[in-house]
């Protein structure tokens, strides 16, 4: 009987818990035409410094990549304006492998984003392949320099690997990238 009426509750917390997901997901409970329900990725500017007029700050809208910002970068059209910044997140980390003598050390993981104009947001979501393998042989290059990923607590190893990982993207993407953001960083010895 104990593992009837266990079963059971799990089974109404799963419920429960789908159909309170799908209700945020969805935006219900929000006022009418604040959700955003596009299905194409679209990046928004990030303007959290504006206000509109009132003192208070205007409403951020998340799309399905990740990128989080406010309307205030756009013009009256809806486009971006050539000032805004979007912020380009990455659906996945970054692993990269510290090598000593031919064997892995430790594993360095890095949560990256990137500053950018959000005229070229929807060009970096197109070309997010190519821009994940240039950071990663950047980061792979850096773990093999011997010092750099070894000690990433050192303010001047991690600004070694904004200014780096920058360059590189710079040469595949000359304009448009601002900066590179480490938002979260990790080692594990293995």
């Known amino acids: 009987m104990k593992n009837i009426i266990s079963a059971i509750v799990v089974?109404?917390?799963?419920?429960?818990?789908?159909?309170?997901?799908?209700?945020?997901?969805?935006?219900?409970?929000?006022?009418?035409?604040?959700?955003?329900?596009?299905?194409?990725?679209?990046?928004?500017?990030?303007?959290?410094?504006?206000?509109?007029?009132?003192?208070s700050q205007p409403a951020e809208t998340k799309d399905s990549h990740g990128a989080k910002g406010s309307h205030a970068g756009t013009d009256s059209h809806g486009n971006p304006t050539a000032g805004a910044v979007d912020y380009f997140k990455f659906t996945r980390e970054f692993v990269v492998p510290v090598m000593r003598e031919s064997r892995v050390e430790s594993l360095v993981i890095l949560n990256i984003n990137l500053e950018i104009d959000s005229r070229v947001s929807s060009k970096l979501f197109a070309m997010e392949p190519k821009i994940r393998d240039n950071i990663m042989t950047t980061l792979i290059e850096l773990s093999n320099d011997g010092s750099t990923l070894e000690a990433i607590a050192n303010l001047e190893n991690y600004e070694s690997i904004?200014?780096?990982?920058?360059?590189?993207l710079q040469r595949i993407v000359p304009e448009g990238i601002r900066n590179v953001l480490i938002v979260d960083m990790a080692k594990q010895q293995l």
């Open 11 to 55: 089974i109404v917390c799963i419920i429960v818990g789908g159909i309170g997901g799908n209700f945020l997901k969805n935006g219900a409970g929000a006022p009418s035409g604040t959700a955003d329900h596009t299905s194409a990725p679209k990046e928004k500017s990030h303007a959290a410094e504006k206000t509109d007029g009132h003192g």
């Open 162 to 168: 904004r200014a780096t990982v920058l360059m590189n």
